[in-house]
């Protein structure tokens, strides 16, 4: 019988290869051969304090290519065999209202923490039936409600990886932000999701970008420069607020995105701060439990618009493989490192800044 390699997690900072075997391809199913997992810092987080005992493929991340379809997949979705595609890794209800928006995230019945039987790619134990619920694995199996997006042609899978972050680029600074033609914004973490938002709020005609970082972040401050970052600012080196308050002629920016995951309260404090006199608004990612102190009366004062940044939209995929499949931006500086399936472990923690060097966004290649 045919055997399906997989890395699963099988608790914390530990992995197994392990085979699964080769799934029954139903009508309305179909099986992806991945080709390009991303990693990202939820990863990191996952795989260091795991939120639950199950063995999990992780990978939510996903590129690849449809390899067997059943006649029902593609006569409801339109996918063939042969297709590159990025599955999102939300597997959804389809009949709420959250689902009928494209708004995917929200569907209760992707959501591990309202539903135990929930179905998330990277979350899901891999003791439930047909178990390829993983992009850390040679194939993945996709049923009737996956959400699945054609990679435009020219884009490489390698290059398709980076649309997690792209999308989640799209949704939290145009959407949520709405950042626009001549607005000023201030990305704080130059990682591959500030870099992300970078490009995008380039994109949109932002006339000012100012992307911080501390000192281990010199190498990413340039290549937020090269996709086209107009101030960088180690804050560990120099007093942030002055700069901006300098670069801003006072004025303070429009936008603040906080992609500075896990650093704290004082990017938060210090968005707040950098805002402008009246009406900013601020993009958070909000990972602290408690927030002592936090200033209220002063967010009230400068009329603050304060937002949670979750995932992405289906429409903001769709806009960030557009925008991979422009070829306006050096990209290539983002996608810096690639990994086989064995070498899982080293690239989670490379990507945490505990492996391998200056790695921004790390592939993982099963098949490498
Ligand atoms: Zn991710
Ligand atoms: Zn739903």
């Not at 309305?28 to 987080?45: H, P, Q, Y």
């Not at 949109?204 to 107009?230: F, M, N, P, Q």
Request: aromatic share 8%; charged share 20%.
């Amino acid at each position: 019988m045919e055997k399906v390699l997989a890395a699963v997690r099988v608790g914390p900072s530990k992995t197994e290869i392990r085979d699964f075997p080769m799934p029954e391809i139903p009508q309305d199913s179909a099986l992806l051969r991945m080709e390009v997992g991303g990693i990202c810092g939820t990863d990191v987080k996952m795989y260091a304090t795991p939120p639950s005992k199950a063995p999990v493929i992780m990978g939510h991340e996903n590129i690849g290519y449809i390899a067997k379809v059943g006649r029902e997949f593609t006569r409801r979705k339109g996918f063939k065999e042969g297709d590159l595609v990025f599955v999102e890794h939300y597997v959804t209800c389809g009949q709420c209202e959250w689902c009928h928006l494209g708004q995917y995230r929200h569907c209760e019945s992707t959501d591990w923490r309202y539903n135990p039987d929930a179905i998330r790619y990277g979350y899901t134990s891999a003791e439930k039936a047909p178990h390829l619920w993983g992009g850390f694995a040679q194939y993945m199996y996709l049923p009737w409600n996956a959400v699945v997006h054609h990679v435009p042609k020219g884009v490489t899978p390698e290059l398709a990886g980076l649309v997690t972050p792209m999308s989640n680029g799209v949704e939290w600074s145009l959407f949520d932000g709405g950042v626009g033609y001549n607005s000023s914004v201030l990305i704080q973490g130059p990682g591959q999701q500030g870099l992300s938002q970078t490009v995008v709020c380039k994109q949109a005609g932002a006339s000012l970008i100012i992307v911080t970082g501390t000192s281990k972040d010199r190498a990413r401050l340039e290549v937020a420069k090269a996709l086209g970052a107009d101030h960088v600012i180690d804050v560990q080196k120099e007093d942030a607020l002055a700069r901006i308050v300098e670069i801003t002629g006072g004025k303070g920016v429009d936008v603040v995105l906080d992609c500075s995951a896990g650093a704290g309260t004082m990017p938060i404090l210090l968005g707040i701060e950098a805002l402008k006199r009246k009406g900013g608004t601020m993009v958070v990612q909000g990972e602290m439990a408690e927030f002592p102190n936090f200033p209220l009366a002063k967010m009230t004062l400068k009329f603050v618009t304060l937002k949670s940044a979750r995932g992405h939209s289906y429409k903001a995929c769709e806009l960030a493989l557009q925008q991979l499949a422009s070829r306006r931006f050096p990209l290539e500086k983002i996608t810096t490192h690639t990994f086989g399936l064995k070498d899982v472990d080293l690239a989670i923690k490379s990507v945490g800044g505990h492996g391998v060097p200056d790695v921004i966004h790390a592939s993982l290649m099963p098949w490498k």
